[in-house]
């Protein structure tokens, strides 16, 4: 069992920064690997972005390439997405995500474990 608790999320001004956190509870966080995903009112749920078990490997969406950054600290049970040069288009609510199988990454439906997520706001 892995729970999730997401944080950070907020408003910002275009062109602003924020970084989500993600706190994992339970001993097996480092077996899994981790997504963000992004669901916007009247828009289905968005990968974001994940990242291996060991950090290693990374995957983003095309439309967050470049101003995302996804990273894990096992040691804390705790993912991190730093956003930056945010755009009014990302405005979500921002959940993260726990899988096993890396190769499952991209659809929503592989995810074992959701939290309950946060809200992003960026205004124009």
């Known amino acids: 069992q892995v729970q999730l608790a997401e944080s950070g999320g907020g408003l910002v001004q275009a062109g602003g920064s924020l970084r989500l956190s993600c706190a994992a509870s339970?001993?097996?966080?480092?077996?899994?690997?981790m997504g963000w995903f992004r669901q916007a009112p009247g828009k289905e749920r968005e990968f974001v972005a994940a990242i291996s078990w060991r950090g290693i490997d990374t995957a983003y969406a095309d439309s967050v390439k470049g101003r995302f950054t996804i990273s894990r600290v096992n040691a804390k049970n705790t993912v991190y997405l730093q956003m930056f040069s945010l755009k009014p288009e990302d405005t979500a609510v921002y959940c993260c995500?726990?899988?096993?199988?890396?190769?499952?990454?991209?659809?929503?439906?592989?995810?074992?474990?959701w939290g309950q997520g946060t809200q992003v706001t960026v205004s124009s």
């Open positions: 995500a726990a899988l096993l199988d890396w190769r499952l990454v991209l659809s929503p439906t592989a995810y074992d474990y």
């Open positions: 339970g001993r097996s966080f480092a077996t899994y690997n």
